[in-house]
């Protein structure tokens, strides 16, 4: 069984544009949650979507969105980008919403110039 | 709300040589505990976790961590380290009480295994 995929893998951008960073769960996990991963720190929690509702949100700004569709994949949005939003952003799926155990992608490396 | 501090930010260590990474946590309600590793260009893997129960984890591949509850503390350690143990170490703690499973991770130990 394929892993968390997530797409790009690699992806820069200019300060002010806006990103879509897509991942895909394990086949039959229905949980999604968003990290994200300065460099040189632990990663961040950013969001949780179960079932397609938004079930958790971290401390992050309301230029951060996300969504999950019909298939559990979910998608991860950043508006006016910041160099601070520099960082690679990690998804990580589990089967159910209070699962303990989450499986995490390879994550995409964001680079904002 | 929960944090993790890692003090060790990078440990080396020789090859068979024993290591203890060590994480503490704070915490006002009862957490679950975790430890992940992430290999260069790849996502994290989790590697061991305490729930409930006996306070001593094991992971298949010789690493184990202790939950110490009064010094709030969760290290992880291993008697001989191999070169593939070369990797960034993350603890991270999860509210008992939230239902949810967001994790709140330490900022890692870069673990350096020399020949």
Known sequence: DAGVTQSPTHLIKTRGQQVTLRCSPISGHKSVSWYQQVLGQGPQFIFQYYEKEERGRGNFPDRFSARQFPNYSSELNVNALLLGDSALYLCASSSLLGNLEQYFGPGTRLTVT | AQSVTQLDSQVPVFEEAPVELRCNYSSSVSVYLFWYVQYPNQGLQLLLKYLSGSTLVESINGFEAEF??????????????????????????????????????GTGTRLTVIP
């Open chain 2, 68 to 105: 110490n509850k009064s010094q709030t503390s969760f290290h992880l350690r291993k008697p001989s380290v191999h070169i593939s143990d070369t990797a960034e170490y993350f603890c991270a703690v999860s509210s008992v009480s939230t239902g949810a499973n967001n994790l709140f991770f």
